[in-house]
């Protein structure tokens, strides 16, 4: 089994890179709920979402989420009424949403719903929320807390952040098969996603970040920072704004202990001296999972680097 820590966009273009690769059955995502939210009385899931769509072949592959070809109708008609409208559904998506939140109203918990919809789209990788327990990522900023998806979609990530939390990932438990998937895994990976808005909530359900600190299998990091920059809000704004350095380096100190190897874009293969000292092992490969080629091509280079042969 090959466990892989991801949020939405660069984590399921990664986890989707693995699955060209190798049997998909061998995958088990552990995947980011700390940004769901709700809107309209909809549960809004939207990492484990972007991963199932990405997985299904359906995802507007430009955007990094969503359905490909989307149409946004019914939110239209919402704004008729007053409603605010800034966090995009689509019309294809709606459907997933009040699946969702009619299946957790019958007391289903959330990782039963993401295999249920996983399922619904022909998904064959595992697919594991971090937690069943409410986790929300909350944005500091001089002007107040702000909900993560406020922050990132109606406020654009423009707000200076001075701090990032977790709240109630102090209470919340790993959801089931998810510290099996890390105990048991043959490499874990994780994926090229914002290391504090999609890894660090993740990490920070209490038992999951000692299970990969303690993990004696390769464990192997892509850097979602490319030549100092994030390709899509707000990786680099958090950074910034907890004090990282943004470029690989930064990623590497913030991943120091619980990876063995960091694979870095050719544009920062000058960093890999900085970086080695710090007890990670540089991997320089093209990291720019553009097309389906690029993204086999990324996926063999993590498998080498973790000795899993295909
Ligand atoms: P989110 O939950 O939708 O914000 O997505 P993630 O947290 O999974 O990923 C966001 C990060 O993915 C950003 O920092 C991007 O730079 C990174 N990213 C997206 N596509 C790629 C890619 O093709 N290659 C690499 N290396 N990083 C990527
Ligand atoms: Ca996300």
Do not use: K
């Not at 704004?79 to 559904?89: C, M, P, V």
């Not at 540089?282 to 990324?298: G, K, N, Q, S």
Request: glycine share 10%; proline share 6%.
């Amino acid at each position: 089994m090959i466990t892989v820590l991801c949020g939405g966009v660069g984590g399921s273009r990664f986890v989707r890179a693995l699955a060209s690769t190798i049997e998909p059955e061998r995958i088990t995502a552990i995947i980011n709920t700390a940004d769901d939210d709700e809107f309209h009385g909809l549960y809004v899931s939207p990492d484990p979402d972007i991963v199932t769509y990405a997985l299904a072949g359906e995802v507007d592959e430009e955007r990094g989420w969503g359905f490909r070809g989307e149409t946004f109708r019914w939110l239209e008609h919402m704004r008729r009424f007053g409603h605010e409208t800034w966090f995009q559904i689509g019309d294809r998506d709606l459907a997933t949403h009040i699946h969702r939140t009619r299946l957790l109203r019958d007391d289903l918990p959330l990782s039963a719903v993401v295999a249920d919809i996983a399922r619904g789209f022909g998904v064959r990788v595992r697919l594991l929320p971090m937690s069943d327990d409410r986790v929300r990522t909350v944005v500091e900023t001089d002007g107040g807390d702000v909900p993560f998806q406020r922050f990132l979609i109606e406020r654009h990530a423009q707000d200076p952040v001075r701090g990032v939390r977790f709240e109630g990932a102090g209470a919340a438990r790993p959801a089931p098969g998810v510290l099996d998937a890390i105990r048991e895994a043959e490499a874990l990976f994780i994926a090229p996603s914002n290391p504090i808005g999609s890894i660090a909530p993740i990490l920070a359900v209490p038992g999951i970040r000692e299970a990969v600190a303690q993990l004696d299998r390769p464990r192997i990091a892509v850097s979602p920072i490319i030549a100092g920059r994030s390709l899509q809000p707000p990786a680099a704004e958090m950074m910034a704004g907890l004090g990282h350095v943004v470029d690989v380096t930064g990623v590497a100190r913030m991943y120091a202990g619980l990876i063995d190897g960091l694979i870095i874009d050719e544009a920062d293969g000058d960093r890999a001296a900085e970086i080695e000292p710090l007890g990670v092992r540089c991997i320089v490969a093209p990291t720019l999972m553009r097309d389906e080629a690029a993204r086999r091509h990324l996926a063999a280079v993590a498998l080498d680097a973790a000795g899993i042969t295909p």
